[in-house]
């Protein structure tokens, strides 16, 4: 029939109506809250110069930098700065000191912080409550240069509290810590855990708080006990905000803390068998060779897996019970 509009033509209008409909629907809803995108400017400005501009640094992973020639005059050697990171000897070795550590720091702050956060909420005083937090919380804002020192404090060869009072009364022989590597996979979890557990423990009991009263009431009606209450009540309840928690985790889990592995060390060589991660392996070869392109690589090597682990755990997570997921 002539004049009869094809399948095609009312396709074709249909999407450009709707198309015109999201456009108003945008226009309007950035005219109703146009002071809230105002004072969401600095923010997204801020972001995209912290975060998005420096990603132009990617393309000195593929490159030969040249200071002569500066990065984009440089000549590109592929993979070449890829290679250079797993071919060497010590490859294995700080690849797998960074995820044995990471996991194990996953594992620990974890346990620690929920057994802490509902330790916490079990207090009746909340005064000592708020005490035992601002404690607990104020190691996670000193620097791990900071910590170094503490450390140092306890375990220096002559002068640490260790070798200087608790050994010797303990009726046992003086150790050098910093030249002893069996001693440091226990170390290092354990001022890793001390610095973080104030930061994880605030956040797990916050999200205790946040639970009704009334299923703890209507559990202890029933007879359940504070066990029985922590495993079927708070443990589920507080479920979503431990997975996100343990997904963000596991996106960091290729990137080691430098500090912890460097200046808690003492850059002590004796150590580097059980204490040398990918970020402490790639400044020595910084130092020693000065290639940015090594560097870059090993930056951008980490990100990469960190988010497609992240998108990993989250897709496994989901397949379980999709309102833990992250997204």
Known sequence: MEGAATPEVIDNAYSSGRVTVRKFTLF????????????????IVLLVLN????????????????????ILNSPWSGLTNFQYLFKTSDA???????????????????????????????????????????????????SYIIIAYLVFGFMSDEHGYLNGTLLPAL???????????????????????????????????????????????????DGAGKWQQMTGITIPLIMPILTIMTLLQVGRIFNADFGLFFQVTRDSGVLFPVTNVIDTYVYRTFLTVGDIGLSSAAGL??????????????????RFNSDNALF
């Open 301 to 318: 090597l980490q990100s990469v897996v960190g988010f497609v682990l992240v998108f990993l755990a989250n897709w496994i997570v989901r």
């Open 28 to 43: 309007r809803t950035i005219r109703k809250f146009w002071m809230f995108y105002l004072m969401m400017l600095p923010a």
């Open 171 to 221: 009726g046992l022989d003086p150790i050098r810590w910093y030249f002893t590597k069996e001693v440091w996979p226990f170390i290092l979890p354990l001022v890793n855990l001390w610095k973080g557990i104030g930061y994880y423990t605030v956040i797990y009991m916050a999200a205790i708080i946040g639970i009704d009263d009334e299923y703890y009431e209507a559990a202890t009606i």
């Open 92 to 142: 294995w070795i700080i690849t797998r000191n960074t995820l044995l550590y990471n996991s194990l720091f996953i594992v620990l702050n974890l346990i620690f912080p929920v057994a802490f956060a509902i330790m916490l909420n079990e207090m009746k005083n909340r005064f000592f409550s708020k005490v035992h937090q601002t404690i607990m919380f104020l190691p996670y804002f000193l």
């Open 51 to 70: 975060n998005y501009i420096p990603m132009f640094g990617i393309i000195i992973a593929f490159k030969t930098v040249n200071y002569t020639d500066g």
